[in-house]
């Protein structure tokens, strides 16, 4: 099983800055088969990124994703006080499909 | 509208048997694998099993290998989750979710259930 472990664990920064989420895979993600998710308080999750960095539909440019093998990134560019969430990772290479543990995202 | 409305959980003794289920809409239900995802308080998401499009292929988490059984009615556009042998860590809100091109492109408002005595 492929275990994802996400950093930080909480990340505090103002409206306009720029958020940098980490999410390592225990071993390589195969053909870069991970996705990011969003969830807010009381909601679901909702994909933003799959496939490492294509954008899920209607999800805005400012998030974006890169990496490859076990270091992945979600970028999310010039924050906005809807962005305060949950970010999960999860690859979807091999089974069982496994999630991060979250990286909790608070606008000052 | 393109939905997924989960519905049967709520309150259950351990060792007790439960069955949610997912109605879909707005899209072509038999086009796509299905899954069902839990979240625990304080916990990471967990996935808990899929089923392919035509219901002859299914894949569960080793947690609920022999408890917990998958099945689609495309007819009737609904997925289900029967769950036996119900233990206090199965106590989560259940998502049924959408397969899409890459990860779960759909989600439901999830299903809330308590295992307890």
């Known amino acids: 099983e492929i275990v994802l472990t996400q950093s930080p664990g909480t990340l505090s920064l103002s409206p306009g800055e720029r958020a940098t989420l980490s999410c390592r895979a225990s071993q390589s993600v195969d053909q870069r088969f991970l996705a990011w998710y969003q969830q807010k308080p009381g909601q679901a999750p909702r994909l933003l990124i799959y496939d490492a960095s294509r954008r899920a539909t209607g999800i805005p440019d400012r998030f974006s994703g890169s990496g490859s093998g076990t270091d992945f990134t979600l970028t999310i560019s010039r924050l906005e006080p809807e962005d305060l969430a949950v970010y999960h990772c999860q690859q979807y290479g091999s089974s069982p499909k496994t999630f991060g543990q979250g990286t909790k995202l608070e606008i000052k | 509208e393109v939905q997924l409305v989960e519905s049967g959980g709520g309150l259950v003794q351990p060792g007790g048997s439960l069955r949610l289920s997912c109605a879909a809409s707005?899209?072509?239900?038999?086009?796509?694998?299905m899954s069902w995802v839990r979240q625990a308080p304080g916990r990471r998401l967990e996935w808990v099993a899929n089923i392919k499009q035509d219901g002859r292929k299914r894949e569960y988490v080793d947690s609920v290998k022999g408890r917990f059984t998958i099945s689609r009615d495309n007819a009737k556009n609904s997925l289900y989750l029967q769950m036996s042998s119900l233990r206090a860590e199965d106590a989560a809100v259940y998502y049924c979710a959408r397969e899409g091109f890459g990860g779960f492109d759909l989600w439901g408002q999830g299903s809330l259930v308590i295992v307890s005595s």
């Open positions: 707005g899209f072509r239900f038999i086009n796509y694998w």
